[in-house]
């Protein structure tokens, strides 16, 4: 079995919802939802928040995450990505002696999130050898239909081959679900990107599936995670 850490990308400063990454989110401050979910699955030997707040290090470690070090400014700000803040953490762990083969970057707002989820990424980065590993869902309606608009006003369709197809003669079609994304760290390191040519999928449903960049997404999202803890779907 390979060795694992968490990152979980935590910074200060959310503008659309502020305090974000601590908010109370159905009774406890949102990344503690991630951090339980990590621990709960039994594949990391540390779980480790990078951030660039205080306040936000002293909640993760109250629910039992680490933060060992503080994120840089400039890789807390609106336009540092995932890939880099991930690479500024192996840096460290290399640093301290402690490169582990992989990681599993980990968002803070994630609380759909389960450890069965975790470890079928996990299963699959161990059992095929990929480069990485993360949660992908299905579009709700066929994108291979989709329609642009045009310079006069008018709608076309951007593959008008696919006009008169049934649905089920069409691809179905994933995207990021934006939960978590598991590398393998030494080609990571040698390449910092999280998509390649052979990442494979973590699929889950649509419906646990939520953005949480506005005030009415948050709202959205707390009421259907009560419910999916209340009815035993979050475990």
């Not at 973590?202 to 646990?208: E, S, T």
Request: proline share 7%.
């Amino acid at each position: 079995m390979s060795e694992a850490i968490a990152i979980i990308p935590a910074r200060g400063g959310s503008k659309r919802i502020p305090g974000k990454n601590i908010k109370p989110f159905n009774g406890l401050p949102m990344i503690a939802h991630s951090i339980a979910a990590a621990k709960r699955s039994g594949l990391f030997r540390r779980i480790i928040v990078s951030t660039d707040s205080d306040e936000i290090a002293a909640i993760a470690e109250a629910h039992g995450g680490e933060c060992p070090f503080r994120r840089p400014p400039e890789l807390a700000n609106d336009t540092a990505s995932t890939a880099a803040v991930v690479l500024h953490g192996l840096d460290w762990l290399e640093a301290q002696g402690e490169l582990p083969e992989l990681v599993c970057c980990f968002y803070a707002t994630a609380p759909f999130v389960t450890p069965d989820d975790l470890k079928q990424g996990f299963e699959v980065m161990d059992g095929t050898g990929c480069s990485s590993a993360f949660t992908v869902t299905s579009f709700d309606a066929p994108i291979f239909r989709a329609f642009q608009l045009t310079e006069a006003g008018t709608l076309a369709m951007i593959w008008p081959e696919n006009e008169m197809k049934r649905s089920q003669e069409l691809p179905v079609a994933y995207h990021d679900a934006g939960q978590f994304y598991w590398l393998d760290v030494a080609r990571f390191r040698t390449e910092p990107r999280i998509f390649r040519a052979d990442s494979r999928p973590v699929i889950i449903p649509r419906w646990r599936v939520q953005d949480i960049d506005t005030p009415e997404d948050w709202q959205r999202a707390e009421l259907l995670h009560k419910m999916l803890t209340d009815q035993g779907l979050l475990r």
